[in-house]
Nanobody, 122 residues
Framework: QVQVVESGGGLVKPGGSLRLSCAASGNIFTINDMGWHRQAPGKQRELVATITSSGTTNYARSANGRFTISRDNAKNTVYLQMNSLKPEDTAVYYC????????????????WGQGTQVTVSS
């Protein structure tokens, strides 16, 4: 069993900052790419940022320059530091991790967290 759990969402005013965390736990052998996606009401889920196990990052244009993704491999955790938040950043933010499960065939699966709400409003 593997679990991926996000935390850190909330209500923030425009221009403010939030830091999201996502921790993976369970029968983990290795974690490859990790990332953050978001889904606003009435819109499709979209990529925000990704990070490889070696630390290479990739950002959506909307996040570039304002958001920073990082990870702590020892803690199986990925973070998203969000600065200069705008109302259009309001969405449910989901963590995604590609995890190779220990035991058996050591297969890799894509796991999603349950999401954390971020609301940017004055």
């Amino acid at each position: 069993q593997v679990q991926v759990v996000e935390s850190g969402g909330g209500l923030v005013k425009p221009g403010g900052s939030l830091r999201l965390s996502c921790a993976a736990s369970g029968n983990i052998f290795t974690i490859n790419d990790m990332g953050w996606h978001r889904q606003a009401p009435g819109k499709q889920r979209e990529l925000v940022a990704t990070i490889t196990s070696s630390g290479t990052t990739n950002y959506a244009r909307s996040a570039n320059g304002r958001f920073t993704i990082s990870r702590d491999n020892a803690k199986n955790t990925v973070y998203l530091q969000m600065n200069s938040l705008k109302p259009e950043d309001t969405a449910v933010y989901y963590c995604n991790a590609f995890i190779r499960v220990a035991g058996g065939r050591y297969s890799e699966y894509s796991y999603w967290g349950q999401g954390t709400q971020v609301t940017v409003s004055s």
